[in-house]
C-alpha cells in the first residue's frame, strides 16, 4: 500500500553528480526506513544506501564519502546526492521503502519498490 515514485536519473560524464529523488505515498506513516538499491547489467542488485526514519544511515563501501541519502520525513521523500561518478556506478537504481506495523501483537515488515531509474556514467 506505498507507492514509489523516482526522478533524477540520466547521463553525466565521470566526475559529475546526480541527484535522485523518490516520493512515496499510501501507508506512508508506517515506513520505517527507505533506500537505494541499483542493478548493473549482469549483477546482483544490492543495497546503495539507507536511512531510518530516525535518522540512521548505512552506505555500501563501494559509495561511502562519495554519495549522501537523506530524507525529508515531512514530504515522504527520499534524496540520493551522487558525486564523484565513476562508470562503476552505473546501473538502474531502485528506491525501496520498508514497512512496520504491529497488528494482534503480531510484528510484520514489507518492502515496497520503485520502478526504477537509469543511471549512466561515461564520458
Known amino acids: 500500500q506505498v507507492q514509489l515514485v523516482e526522478s533524477g536519473g540520466g547521463l553525466v560524464q565521470p566526475g559529475g553528480s546526480l541527484r535522485l529523488s523518490c516520493a512515496a505515498s499510501g501507508s506512508v506513516s508506517s515506513i520505517y526506513a527507505m533506500g537505494w538499491y541499483r542493478q548493473a547489467p549482469g549483477k546482483q542488485r544490492g543495497l546503495v544506501a539507507s536511512i531510518t526514519t530516525g535518522g540512521n544511515t548505512n552506505y555500501a563501501d563501494s559509495v561511502k564519502g562519495r554519495f549522501t541519502i537523506s530524507r525529508d520525513n515531512a514530504k515522504n521523500a527520499v534524496y540520493l546526492q551522487m558525486n564523484s561518478l565513476k562508470p562503476e556506478d552505473t546501473a538502474v537504481y531502485y528506491c525501496?521503502?520498508?514497512?512496520?506495523?504491529?497488528?494482534?501483537?503480531?510484528?510484520?515488515?514489507?518492502?515496497?519498490w520503485g520502478q526504477g531509474t537509469q543511471v549512466t556514467v561515461s564520458s
Open positions: 525501496n521503502a520498508e514497512i512496520r506495523t504491529i497488528s494482534n501483537g503480531i510484528r510484520r515488515t514489507r518492502n515496497y
